[in-house]
């Protein structure tokens, strides 16, 4: 569903969703239960995030007749990876969508400014011709959002969304004022952000309870 501020805005608010989310913020969780967690409410998340994808005609036989049925145009789709984090959503992503194409982007926050500095580009071929997803767990100040996306309009995709699982009303707004025509799928949108950006109350940093680094 949109927020009913702004339809570009699309808050995922399915029980299931919701349920997983709660589990994963709990400071308890392990690192197994937390990346499974991700790994599954990715999935759901696909889910609503491909609700409007391409689809094509194929001819195919059933054991008593020939059709003409419907199946996704995947190999159109890109997804797009902002490191490192957003590898827990990419797998999820791929286990629905297994012909999408991947791109990565590599950005670390300075500590200092906050902003982001890339290390990593790497897109599939024919950008024009895909409709891209960007996946990153959480969009905080949204420097990292949007500095990816700036780079990957760049090669002139037919479509950019982005999908994080958390975010602020400080990372909504810079990335809506920022890309406008790029639309935004959250499971939540938390409080605010703190002094070190980080959500609050958030889940931590995402990374590191991914790969178990804290
Ligand atoms: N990145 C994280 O991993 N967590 C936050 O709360 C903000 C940015």
């Given at each position: 569903?949109?927020?009913?501020?702004?339809?570009?805005?699309?808050?995922?608010?399915?029980?299931?969703?919701?349920?997983?989310?709660?589990?994963?913020?709990?400071?308890?969780?392990?690192?197994?239960?937390f990346r499974?967690?991700l790994n599954?409410?990715s999935?759901?998340?696909?889910?609503?995030?491909?609700?409007?994808?391409?689809?094509?005609?194929?001819?195919?036989?059933?054991?008593?007749?020939?059709?003409?049925?419907?199946?996704?145009?995947?190999?159109?789709?890109?997804?797009?990876s902002?490191?490192r984090a957003g590898t827990g959503i990419l797998d999820g992503?791929?286990?629905?969508?297994?012909?999408?194409?991947?791109?990565?982007?590599?950005?670390?926050?300075?500590?200092?400014?906050?902003?982001?500095?890339?290390?990593?580009?790497?897109?599939?071929?024919?950008?024009?011709?895909?409709?891209?997803?960007?996946v990153?767990p959480?969009?905080?100040?949204?420097?990292?959002?949007?500095?990816?996306?700036?780079?990957?309009?760049?090669?002139?995709?037919?479509?950019?969304?982005?999908?994080?699982l958390?975010?602020?009303?400080?990372?909504?707004?810079?990335?809506?004022?920022?890309?406008?025509?790029?639309?935004?799928?959250?499971?939540?949108?938390?409080?605010?952000?703190?002094?070190?950006?980080?959500?609050?109350?958030?889940?931590?940093?995402a990374g590191?309870r991914i790969f178990?680094?804290?």
């Amino acid at each position: 569903m949109t927020t009913p501020q702004d339809p570009m805005v699309h808050l995922i608010d399915h029980p299931l969703v919701q349920h997983k989310l709660t589990l994963m913020r709990d400071k308890n969780a392990s690192t197994t239960s937390f990346r499974t967690l991700l790994n599954e409410l990715s999935m759901l998340m696909a889910y609503e995030v491909t609700r409007d994808m391409p689809m094509q005609d194929v001819e195919i036989e059933t054991p008593l007749e020939t059709m003409t049925a419907r199946v996704i145009d995947g190999k159109k789709l890109a997804l797009v990876s902002i490191l490192r984090a957003g590898t827990g959503i990419l797998d999820g992503f791929l286990s629905v969508v297994p012909g999408a194409r991947v791109g990565h982007i590599g950005l670390y926050r300075d500590p200092a400014t906050l902003k982001a500095v890339e290390y990593y580009f790497k897109m599939p071929k024919d950008m024009p011709e895909r409709d891209v997803v960007v996946v990153d767990p959480m969009l905080a100040t949204g420097h990292s959002a949007i500095a990816a996306i700036a780079r990957i309009k760049a090669l002139k995709p037919k479509s950019i969304k982005f999908v994080c699982l958390l975010t602020c009303p400080e990372g909504v707004k810079a990335l809506r004022e920022a890309h406008p025509d790029v639309s935004i799928f959250t499971a939540a949108i938390d409080r605010q952000l703190n002094s070190h950006g980080y959500i609050l109350p958030g889940l931590g940093d995402a990374g590191d309870r991914i790969f178990g680094t804290q």
